[in-house]
């Protein structure tokens, strides 16, 4: 049973749009959410994080939203460029630690010139 | 470099062997965790070392897994029997404050059970 879900398996977007990247979750002792980034042949890098005591976090282009009641994140990356072409994973934990963090199956945005 | 080391690279191994994968993390990270990532799949946490002890070891998958951290640096994960399914990319990180998103992983180890 996957507790931490990324319906959408791939996104393309033009350079220059928004990218809008969606993660749900089902576990409701989840209280601290992360998104990492991806490159062939590298291992994971942290992009962003967020508390469940707050509702957004934003970091130059990146910006994720958290709905605690519809158990739903989003990534908002604006303005979209090349170079965030990624396979990007959203992650949970409990007790706010990253500890055990429990992955989704990831996206691959790929951003279009 | 500064970063996670992991060894080997690629791995392929008959079904039954015994391997280990090295983890050489980031210089003063207390924190060292094992992931193990699947095709087509997310990362999934297998274990968890603050200092030289395994402080959370619920993710390996039977015992057939083991991980050691004898000095508080280096790691090795080691897999005994090897199976078909323990096929994956075994990633390695670390960090220094195990209360935050701050991972640095390495690049992994792909094994391949033949």
Known sequence: ?113 | GAGVSQTPSNKVTEKGKYVELRCDPISGHTALYWYRQSLGQGPEFLIYFQGTGAADDSGLPNDRFFAVRPEGSVSTLKIQRTERGDSAVYLCASGTDPDTGELFFGEGSRLTVL
């Open chain 1, 1 to 113: 049973d996957q507790q931490v879900k990324q319906n959408s398996p791939s996104l393309s977007v033009q350079e220059g749009r928004i990218s809008i990247l969606n993660c749900d979750y089902t576990n409701s002792m989840f209280d601290y959410f992360l998104w990492y980034k991806k490159y062939p042949a590298e291992g994971p890098t942290f992009l962003i994080s967020i508390s469940s005591i707050k509702d957004k976090n934003e970091d130059g282009r990146f910006t994720v939203f958290l709905n605690k009641s519809a158990k739903h994140l989003s990534l908002h990356i604006v303005p979209s460029q090349p170079g965030d072409s990624a396979v990007y994973f959203c992650a949970a934990s409990i007790h706010g630690s990253a500890r055990q963090l429990t992955f989704g199956s990831g996206t691959q945005l790929t951003v279009l010139p």
